[in-house]
């Protein structure tokens, strides 16, 4: 099941060398078109965290068969992301948002007004589903324990990366976190 590649997906895909947003087999191709490997994806996903009054982020992880990799970025001027890294091997990667989207609740509502807070969009996709989930200031413990897992990843992988940019940002992340 394949998502199509929106301009807001097309950057990070590319920093994969991945052609469209789906799990399943890949065929990665150098810059002349020419067939480089096979991977096989087993799942991935993508996180927009927009915080009110701070910078809008992106977090992509996928899985495949060697191990996950990830990779964190800023929206540029544009509103899309600015890719300036390459994906980076995650190995052990404990990533929760799998097991927490298990037990969302679907049917609840937040009538709360807030101007200060944050929202996410996460698009997942494996070889069997594609999701796509909005939510902001979570409420309900099952939208919180994505929030959590999201968190989590991103710190993760700010150690792996070692990136003083994305443990700066987990620090304002932080104070966004219910």
């Not at 993508?46 to 964190?72: G, N, T, W």
Request: hydrophobic residues 40%; aromatic residues 8%.
């Amino acid at each position: 099941m394949a998502v199509l590649a929106s301009d807001e997906f097309r950057p990070l895909l590319a920093a994969f060398n991945l052609e469209d947003f789906r799990g399943g087999r890949h065929i990665l191709r150098d810059e002349r078109g020419w067939r480089i490997r096979d991977i096989q994806v087993e799942s991935i996903w993508l996180a927009r965290i927009e915080p009110s009054f701070d910078q809008v982020s992106y977090l992509m992880v996928v899985h495949h068969d060697k191990q996950p990799q990830a990779i964190f970025c800023f929206a540029g001027a544009d509103s899309l992301p600015n890719v300036t890294t390459k994906p980076v091997d995650c190995p052990g990667l404990d990533d929760r948002i799998v097991a927490s989207l298990k037990h969302i609740d679907l049917l609840s509502s937040n009538d709360e007004l807030s101007l200060d807070g944050i929202a996410y969009s996460l698009d997942v996709c494996t070889s069997s589903l594609s999701a796509r989930l909005m939510f902001a200031n979570p409420k309900t413990e099952s939208l919180r324990s994505v929030e959590r897992a999201l968190f989590e990843v991103a710190e993760s992988v700010a150690h792996v990366m070692a990136s003083s940019e994305l443990i700066d940002y987990s620090k304002t992340w932080r104070r966004y976190l219910n």
